[in-house]
């Protein structure tokens, strides 16, 4: 083009238009070819299969050329992009309370397909915000300055942690002493029997009488079952202890044992290396002078 002082004109720049763009009516024939679909599969996804025919509706219509024909993708795209913005017009509706009108041309196809799988949601009224109180742990224990004499409590030692073999040792040393202190105690309940029976009363007094020292007797018998529980525990942990610094002391010495098996293995191995380098060399210096 020539301009009107004889100067060529430049053309206009062109712009790189989108192969994606959607018309308004290939966009309305898309969504009522995936709608269709959409309610024939009673309202499920559609598959691979399903999005070829929609694009294969669109392209019938509105592809004018090669460069214009959709393809399966781009549709499953498009539709997900308008079911994004129908949420947004649907949101903007329920919030408005009726006051606000979507004038988006797809919105009531889209509504009439999608409405119940977007329900509207109702809007809250604003919560009171309340003060919150600072937490317990600020009340309690103040921030201040720390003292260079505070310290840390200790931490408690946890117990030790038994073995199969010490685990089994332990049970069969506890039920022992559970059968001794079971022994004991049938033989104390048979003396008391003994002595209920040859301490029996006459009348109502003596009844009473009898009631009294029956319970005195049964404080006593607990009195005396506690102390003999506390005995046998205590007996029971002591042999426990025993029992472990004696395995500890076994271990250090299978320990102190492999460590001097090695130790001489490894100096006999010297030795022996040491004889055969002398032989190699007593060797070499007689065949030298012979």
């Not at 030790?160 to 202190?181: G, Q």
């Amino acid at each position: 083009m020539v301009s009107a002082d004889g100067a060529p004109s430049r053309p206009p720049p062109s712009f790189p238009s989108r192969e994606d763009c959607w018309s308004e009516d290939a966009t309305f024939t898309l969504v009522d070819a995936w709608g269709e679909r959409y309610l024939e599969l009673n309202r499920g996804s559609l598959r691979q299969k399903h999005w070829q025919e929609v694009a294969d509706t669109v392209n019938d219509r509105h592809a004018g050329s090669k460069k214009s024909r959709r393809t399966d993708v781009q549709c499953k795209n498009r539709i997900d992009t308008l079911k994004k913005k129908y949420k947004i017009e649907k949101a903007r509706v329920s919030e408005s309370g009726g006051g606000y009108r979507s004038l988006w041309p797809f919105f009531s196809r889209l509504n009439a397909l999608i409405g119940d799988t977007y329900p509207a949601r109702k809007a809250s009224p604003p919560a009171a915000v309340k003060p919150s109180a600072p937490p317990a742990w600020i009340v309690s224990h103040p921030v201040g300055p720390r003292s260079g004499t505070q310290k840390r409590p200790a931490a408690k030692p946890s117990p030790p942690v038994l073995s199969r073999e010490e685990d089994s040792l332990f049970r069969r040393n506890f039920s022992a002493f559970a059968a001794a202190a079971a022994a004991a105690a049938e033989a104390e309940s048979g003396e008391s029997e003994e002595w209920r029976s040859s301490s029996g009363g006459s009348g109502k007094r003596g009844r009473v009488e009898n009631d009294d020292k029956d319970l005195q007797f049964g404080y006593r018998e607990l009195a005396h079952a506690i102390v003999r529980f506390g005995d046998m525990y205590e007996r029971v942990e002591e042999m426990k202890q025993r029992q472990m610094v004696e395995l500890e002391k076994q271990r250090m010495q299978f320990a102190k044992d492999l460590e001097y098996q090695r130790m001489q293995l490894f100096m006999e191995t010297q030795v022996q290396l040491q004889k055969i380098k002398r032989s190699k060399r007593s060797s070499s210096g007689t065949d030298s002078f012979s």
